[in-house]
């Protein structure tokens, strides 16, 4: 049995704004009626958007589980995202803005990007970087982040972004599994005021990744630093990033690609195992992600994009780097903490670069609610027109805070569904068409086949199942990196006999308008007296107790109910934690969606684990809660937090 019981009903309502929606790109069910009268067609519309050497002779070759699209065309990413914008309108207008975290500024032009993509492409090249090879970029979020990734796409170099905050031996698995000839990276970035030692850290993995024979370094901090404080330059390995392009040609033919060719490798850490090397491609994933870009977020010309995510994760892959820059965009880019100096950074960013779109994610949304109103109410964020969210379910009552403190009820939310794998988003709002709810990915969008699966492959109408994908997308995972029989036994082989059918892990229910509700990873779902319940539904019944700033449950082993609810809650700043709290959460979620949710355990705690990239990690806290010992915690932002919970929890039972 795999159906999952839904027990929140949440019947609040946003239809567009009316002047919002009289000027979207898309406002009307026109893009889905299309889409499904011919979906081939549709997908070969998105794909003229961008500009191609040779067009292609077949839009789509489907042998389930591997699909091929484009066959036969050819192009070049770093041309459509630089080289086509500077022949056009686009020329001096910024591509890039860029701040770090002591406050430094920068801005590239799509001119500027034209100039430092073409040198850096004739660097690698220099460095005997062939098409096919794989780069390593180990970078702070910084302008050459986007420098980098573009000039492997102009040489057709694949590159492998590994995100900053990761440790030598994350680096050293993940260039030796690639295979990487190069590695980018830089003497350090900021963080919370700290430096990060990228280049000692880099000579510790280098020392253990044999293939890698050159190493380019960004110089990020104050001259010297690295030669005194963190490590040496090597010779013959290690060149600095400046030399090397003071010293490049200024013209580059960027390398035709074919659709087919992989752009990218990014590694998923999972939840157990050694990293899936993800695979994406050039016309496929660029068409995704142009595509999705210029619909989901209505972007238009004269918009401020800015997408919070690092560039070591697929959102800044996606809606950081390639998405905007397809699309001729503006993108803001900001190298450090949302707390640092003050924690209204983020809104200060706002407002100082007159952001538009501002897109995040939930983990960051409630930290902000946590912190409080008056942080953002210090800065004018009436630029601001739609809002976007992404990485986790968004409870409803983040969603609501979103919406009015920081979009002043005026701007749409779009809820964005997708994954690693997926490269770019398929279920969110068109926010110029769709009418949302708070908590609703909504649907699929046009292009998409999403829809509700029991354990039999049976479609489910409304109520809970298995979220499954039943037909191929351009900018779908081709493989794992040199093992696809890991591919096909992790996303194509949930049901018997059906390697159509794609399954992303989640768990959803449909309502009766047939709108989506993403209720979590399959893994975490609480099986309680017989019911499967989605941790989203009883940690939103949390969240919507004003005390309350984030909650994660978990489900223990309990003699006569299979499962105990376990909940781990956050309170929010200024407000005092007691057993009358704890007694009066439990029977806030039983009066909410039921007594079969009502928590046993509640342990008020100052944070919650999680992933660097912000997601809980639902699996440390069943350790915790089963009295186990603590299973990895080496892709946690900070192990410390799971070892107090853990210390806490034994006292509190004895
Ligand atoms: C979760 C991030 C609910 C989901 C782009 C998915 C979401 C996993 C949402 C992928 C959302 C992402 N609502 N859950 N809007 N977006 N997820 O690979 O469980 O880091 O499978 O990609 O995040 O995480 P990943």
Known sequence: MEEIDALLTESRTFPPPPAFAAAAHGNTRDPWSRADADYEAYWAEQARALEWITPWKQVLDWKPPHAQWFLGGQLNVAANCVDRHVRGPARNKAAIIWEGEPGDRRTLTYWDLFVEVRKFANVLTSLGVHKGDRVGIYLPLIPECAIAMLACARVGAIHSVVFGGFSPESLRDRMNDAEAKVLITADGGYRRGQIVPLKRNADKALAESPTVTHCVVVRRLAAGVVDDTFSQMQEGRDHWWHRLMEGAPAGHEPQPMDAEDPLFILYTSGTTGKPKGIVHTTGGYLTGVASSTKLVFDLKDDDVFWCTADVGWITGHSYL??????????????????????????????????????????????????????????????????????????????????????????????????????????????????????????????????????????????????????????????????????????????????????????????????????????????????????????????????????????????????????????????????????????????????????????????????????????????????????????????????????????????
């Open 321 to 654: 780097v390639y998405g905007p820059l397809a699309n001729g965009a503006t993108a803001v880019m900001y190298e450090g903490a949302p707390d640092w100096p003050e924690k209204d950074r983020f809104w200060s960013l706002c407002e100082k670069h007159g952001v538009t779109i501002l897109y995040t994610a939930p983990t960051a949304i409630r930290a902000f609610m946590k912190w409080g109103d008056a942080h953002p109410k210090k800065h004018d964020l009436s630029r601001l027109r739609l809002l976007g969210s992404v990485g986790e379910p968004i409870n409803p009552e983040a969603w609501m805070w979103y919406h009015e403190v920081i979009g002043g009820g005026r701007c749409p939310i779009v809820d964005t569904w997708w994954q690693t794998e997926t490269g770019s988003i398929m279920i969110a709002p068109l926010p110029g068409a769709t009418v949302t709810k708070p908590g609703s990915a909504t649907q699929a969008l046009p292009g998409y086949a999403v829809t509700l699966l029991d354990s039999a492959a049976k479609e489910i109408g409304i109520g809970g199942g298995l979220l499954a994908v039943t037909k191929p997308w351009p900018s779908m995972l081709r493989t794992l990196w040199r093992d696809d029989a890991r591919y096909v036994s992790t996303y194509f082989s949930k049901w018997d006999g059906r390697p159509d059918l794609y399954f992303p892990g989640d768990g959803a229910k449909r309502d009766a308008d047939n709108y989506l509700w993403i209720l979590g990873r399959v893994d975490d779902v609480l099986n309680v007296s017989g019911h499967r319940i989605g941790t989203m539904e009883v940690e939103s019944a949390l969240v919507e107790h004003p005390a309350v700033a984030e909650a994660a449950v978990v489900g223990r082993a309990h003699e006569l109910k299979g499962q105990a609810l376990c909940a781990f809650v956050t309170v929010r700043e200024g407000q005092l934690t007691s057993l009358a709290l704890r007694d009066e959460l439990r029977e806030f979620v039983a009066r909410k969606i039921g007594a079969l949710a009502r928590p046993d355990d509640i342990l008020f705690s100052a944070d919650l684990p999680k992933t660097r990239s912000g997601k809980i990690m639902r699996r440390l806290l069943r350790d915790i809660a089963e009295g186990r010992a603590l299973g990895d915690t080496t892709t946690l932002a900070d192990p410390s937090v799971v070892a107090g919970l853990k210390a806490q929890y034994e006292a509190q039972e004895s």
